[in-house]
């Protein structure tokens, strides 16, 4: 499951936007292990919105998930590489509280040894996107 730096706590109180970093591969392929995030605090959450919580069992861990649907007790998240785990298959639904706020963009860094100017131009297209809602997550889930 995607860890998320700390930093992500410590600018949270002053500004509604924070950055984070993703370890881990649960997200892939939307995200990749060692993408940067523009998370929106206290956003308004949707069905099939990429979001920043607090795990349920380790509230100092925080993930990254996709919110699938809203039910009785809170969010259920899923990661989007089913094989990876570490989301609601695994610790049931997530309380409304723990959701802290919804992936805005993510911002790829550049390879090291990354030089040829094809390799550049590849990369500046591609580097910063948009983390954009699936609303296929939720009927993924009811065609568990």
């Known amino acids: 499951m995607p860890e998320l730096s700390q930093e992500t706590e410590r600018g ?23 993408d940067l995030l523009v998370v929106q605090y206290g956003a ?10 607090r795990h349920p069992f380790q509230q100092d861990l925080l993930v990254v998930k996709r919110a699938a649907e809203r039910r009785e007790g809170g969010w259920w998240v ?3 590489n089913a094989y990876a785990g570490g989301d609601s298959t695994d610790y049931g639904t997530v ?3 723990l959701v802290l706020g919804k992936v805005r963009f993510r911002y ?8 040829s100017p094809f390799a550049v131009a590849r990369w500046v297209l ?5 983390v954009l809602s699936d609303r296929s997550a939720s009927r993924r889930l009811r065609a568990r």
Do not use: I
């Open 12 to 34: 949270r109180a002053a500004l509604p936007f924070g950055t984070a970093e993703v370890t881990g591969p649960s997200m892939v392929p939307t995200l990749q292990h060692g």
């Open 44 to 53: 308004r959450v949707r069905p099939g919105d990429v979001v920043v919580l």
């Open 78 to 80: 899923l990661g989007d």
């Open 95 to 97: 309380p409304e509280e």
């Open 108 to 115: 790829r860094p550049p390879k090291k040894g990354q030089r």
């Open 126 to 130: 591609s580097a910063a996107r948009p």
